[in-house]
């Protein structure tokens, strides 16, 4: 497809169980973003990728989260041991130059916890 | 640190309606500013920007200005229509290093026939 797009759409999970999130960028797009959206709130950055460059992690909330990206264009983000707080939506973004803010969302996952 | 501020919500007008929603930042260094948009059942998309002090950003009939010395990127329409409901989020990117995007919490606009 044309845009950027989120697997699963929906996901609901036990507490304690790992998720793993899915981001199909914008094909030739070098920078891409991971933010989540908690009900009422902002999005809240969490890790961007730029080209080969080490990825800013800066705003991962703790060590239970971790992304990668494979080959410079299929990202996971991966929660581990979930927790009832990590319930949002998380939005994947990418743009097609470094430097440059996103330009193009997903759809988002929509993550509940039990 | 960081941070952007946008009027709450929500905002209701009448269609034709001038529309002015508040944002003002603080950072470090000198910003980028964005504002995006959020129409129901969509994805985030860029609706306009402006990458120094006094340069006006402009898209489909709104408008916003960078003015450094009041940190303040306020959107404005001068007359909105049923089709701009929708979230608006102001977002600033910081160009220190890395390309991080920080992002109001939204302001959700209800436009009235």
């Known amino acids: 497809g044309a845009g950027v797009s989120q697997s699963p759409s929906n996901k609901v999970t036990e507490k304690g169980k790992d998720v793993e999130l899915r981001c199909d960028p914008i094909?030739?797009?070098?920078?891409l973003y991971w933010y989540r959206q908690s009900l009422g709130q902002g999005l809240e950055f969490l890790i961007y990728?730029?080209?080969?460059?080490?990825?800013?992690k800066s705003g991962l909330p703790s060590d239970r989260f971790s992304a990668e990206r494979t080959g410079g264009s299929v990202s996971t983000l991966t929660i581990q041991r979930t927790q009832q707080e990590d319930s949002a939506v998380y939005l994947c973004?990418?743009?097609?130059?470094?430097?440059?803010?996103?330009?193009?969302f997903g759809d988002g996952t929509r993550l509940s916890i039990l | 640190g960081d941070s952007v501020t946008q009027m709450e919500g929500p905002v209701t007008l009448s269609e034709e309606a001038f529309l002015t929603i508040n944002c003002t930042y603080t950072?470090?260094?000198?910003?980028?500013l964005f504002w995006y948009v959020q129409y129901p059942g969509e994805g985030l998309q860029l609706l306009l920007k402006?990458?120094?002090?006094?340069d006006k950003g402009s898209n489909k009939g709104f408008e916003a200005t960078y003015r450094k010395e009041t940190t303040s990127f306020h959107l404005e329409k001068g007359s909105v229509q049923v089709s701009d409901s929708a979230v608006y989020f102001c977002?600033?990117?910081?160009?220190?290093?890395?390309?991080?995007?920080?992002f109001g919490a939204g302001t959700r606009l209800f436009v009235k026939a």
């Open positions: 973004a990418s743009s097609p130059r470094q430097g440059g803010q996103p330009q193009h």
């Open positions: 094909s030739g797009h070098t920078a």
């Open positions: 990728f730029q080209g080969n460059s080490a990825p800013d």
């Open positions: 950072a470090t260094g000198y910003p980028s």
């Open positions: 402006a990458t120094k002090a006094d």
């Open positions: 977002a600033l990117t910081l160009n220190t290093g890395g390309f991080k995007t920080i």
